[in-house]
């Protein structure tokens, strides 16, 4: 955002978040003033709340109705205002730290940890077994075509592929300097995402999307626990817009999950997969000789990020920790 919210619209929005998870009810103006004791009157609010929604970090959605998040209000929320989880986390700390790798098999071990987790947030959960990142690019050629994207990939080990993407509208002028820069960081090892030039971050969302998604031949084994917590939230009613989302995670559940090195937290379009649109993904790598394995939760929007993002490091680490 161009202008920064002022601290009076941070209360605001970060009162409207918890309010909602809470109770998946928009909220008004005075609800927010008698439950979250903020110090200004309900016109303060109201206008407050206007200015946040003409910016599309609310939403309402009736007529007369009191406002809810939008998906941008989420990620702002999650990127600015989380707030430290609640000593539940410390129940959940205490249960990891009595594990031992007493299971038949890593298989168990997962099944275990990723019951646990849903349990603890009521989330679905996933979790991938360790595998070996090999692939190392040495060559990304960025070629358009009408309104697509054609990445040319060629690895170290000479093995060639592409990727047809969709080329965001003004994005075709990024791409010869895109190039230029994935070149020169490929020429020092790897893609930094942190130091792409605000310039080219159209075109780079784009690609690095697509470089972090698992392809549908990804092999990884990923263990799934919670699916009928996922299914049962109001968010999936419509048989519709579920369907997409069953088939993924029947048919290619590695995919709900991207391959980057860095906790990460998805939320509605941001995903790759357009199945999570309605969705939030909250995941974290870790680390052991066998290579690199991610935890995730995959839920509504509508979720207690703080806990959610603090449960999959947690797990991240203890999975670490007895797997070294």
């Known amino acids: ?49 206007g200015a946040l929604e003409r910016r599309g970090l609310l939403q309402q959605p009736h007529t007369s109705a009191g406002r809810v998040p939008s998906p941008m209000g989420y990620r702002h929320y999650v990127d600015a205002l989380l707030p430290e989880p609640g000593i539940a986390v410390q129940h959940l700390e205490r249960e990891l730290t009595g594990l031992s790798l007493r299971w038949a098999g890593l298989d168990d071990l997962l099944m275990h940890v990723a019951r646990r987790l849903t349990d603890f947030t009521g989330l679905m959960s996933l979790i991938t077994q360790p595998q070996q990142e090999n692939r190392q690019l040495e060559t990304i050629r960025l070629v358009p075509s009408g309104d697509r994207l054609l990445v040319m990939l060629v690895e170290a080990s000479g093995r060639a592929s592409h990727l047809n993407l969709r080329l965001p509208h003004g994005a075709e002028t990024e791409l010869t300097a895109m190039e230029r820069w994935a070149s020169a960081q490929l020429e020092q090892g790897d893609l930094n995402w942190e130091a792409l030039p605000r310039q080219l971050l159209s075109s780079g969302a784009v690609l690095r999307n697509a470089l972090e998604q698992p392809t549908p031949t990804n092999s990884t084994q990923v263990v799934v626990h919670g699916l009928s917590r996922l299914v049962s939230e109001p968010e999936f009613e419509s048989t519709s817009s579920l369907r997409p989302l069953l088939e993924l995670i029947d048919e ?53 990020y703080a806990t959610a993002r603090a449960a999959v490091k947690r797990v991240a680490r203890h999975l670490e920790l007895l797997l070294a």
């Open 252 to 304: 290619q559940p590695g995919t709900l999950i991207s391959r980057g090195e860095s906790a990460r937290v998805w939320i509605g379009d941001e995903h790759p997969q357009p199945a999570l649109e309605a969705c939030a993904v909250v995941q974290a790598p870790y680390h052991c000789n066998e290579g690199l394995g991610h935890v995730a939760l995959v839920g509504p929007m509508r979720m207690a």
């Open 1 to 49: 955002m161009s202008k920064p919210l002022s601290l009076r619209q941070e209360q605001v929005l970060q009162a409207t978040v918890h309010h909602y998870v809470d109770t998946m009810e928009p909220v008004g103006s005075r609800t927010l003033v008698q439950r979250f004791g903020i110090p200004a009157s309900s016109a303060t609010i109201r206008s407050a709340m």
